[in-house]
């Protein structure tokens, strides 16, 4: 049988209107949470130079020997000391380059999309700096930065609770480390996945327990304590490295500014192998300079190694 002649899509493509949305399908560009969580200083040099509480003063009560006037007893004397401490200024830094006849040809604002992702990579550097120490592609992070990130030196200096089943005791027993050293914990950070458990957490009764003072303005804030959850991929909630949550007091970590974010456009320069006078290329410079280190001043009654963070290990075999 002759098929049935009809006009099919290849016949009358040179008709068809395609309609092209000019909207780019990705998910929402994500804020660094070390830059806005932690205590910021600005500074105008590439070293901030602090001083810091090290030693507590101390006082008596006035005691003389039986015979002896206590009005002239002699009052006792104390001492106080600070410990110098530097942080160093380190810059990151990222470009991207687009030929002119792509950008010429383009419907949409390319140089938009660039910045909004390009900051976001740099957050994402940030905050895998921060939190763990490390790079989220592997590169080196500045040697004078501290080892381990906030994590590791929690670890390090054994504030550390490793899980239960019991999420809610788990999280009073790790800020109980923060406050037997003296400090108050005042805000959370976390993985994604932690959020499954706060919603799938029940008391002994098989109830759940995602109310009254476990909640605040709709949100998961356990014993009155906000969580933030640094959802880009970076954070580590099940390696010998990582760790269910942080806890701690956020304005005791700081983020030393020397230089925000800035943007330079480029089409003189060379980057890599390209030319971009000569190959018709533009490129889009971002870079930022800081430091960061966590301050610890002593507290009446806290151990030597008192420390203001600690972690909610996972279980591990």
Do not use: C, H
Request: glycine share 8%.
């Amino acid at each position: 049988m002759v098929p049935t002649s009809y006009v099919s899509r290849a016949d009358a493509a040179a008709l068809i209107i395609e309609q092209r949305s000019e909207e780019i399908i990705q998910a929402a560009a994500q804020a660094s949470v070390a830059l806005s969580a932690f205590r910021r200083v600005n500074v105008g040099t590439s070293v901030l130079r602090y001083k810091i509480l090290d030693t507590l003063p101390n006082a008596q009560w006035l005691s003389v020997p039986p015979g002896e006037d206590i009005d002239l007893a002699k009052k006792p004397t104390t001492t106080m000391s600070w410990d110098d401490a530097t942080v160093g200024v380190e810059e990151a830094a990222t470009i991207v380059v687009l030929p002119e006849n792509v950008l010429d040809d383009s419907t949409i604002d390319l140089w938009g999309e660039v910045r909004t992702r390009a900051v976001e990579a740099i957050g994402r550097l940030i905050d895998s700096t921060v939190f763990f120490g490390k790079a989220p592609d592997g590169s080196a992070v500045p040697a004078g930065f501290p080892v381990g990130g906030l994590v590791g030196m929690a670890k390090a200096k054994g504030n550390v609770y490793e899980s239960t089943d019991d999420i809610v005791m788990d999280w009073a027993n790790t800020m109980e480390l923060v406050e037997d050293d003296g400090y108050d914990v005042q805000r959370a950070f976390a993985g994604p996945s932690l959020k499954g458990t706060f919603r799938t957490a029940t008391n002994q009764q098989g109830q759940p327990i995602l109310a009254n003072s476990f909640t605040q303005d709709n949100a998961v804030a356990p014993f009155g304590v906000p969580v933030s959850y640094v959802n880009r991929g970076i954070w580590d909630s099940t390696g010998a490295d990582g760790a269910l949550a942080l806890m701690g007091d956020p304005n005791l970590a700081w983020i030393v500014m020397r230089q925000d974010i800035t943007v330079k456009m480029l089409d003189q320069a060379t980057v890599g192998d390209i030319n971009l006078a000569e190959q018709d290329a533009l490129a889009m410079r971002l870079k930022i300079r800081m430091g960061w280190t966590v301050v610890a001043p002593k507290m009446p009654g806290a151990p030597a190694d008192a420390f203001p963070f600690s972690v909610l290990g996972p279980n591990l075999p």
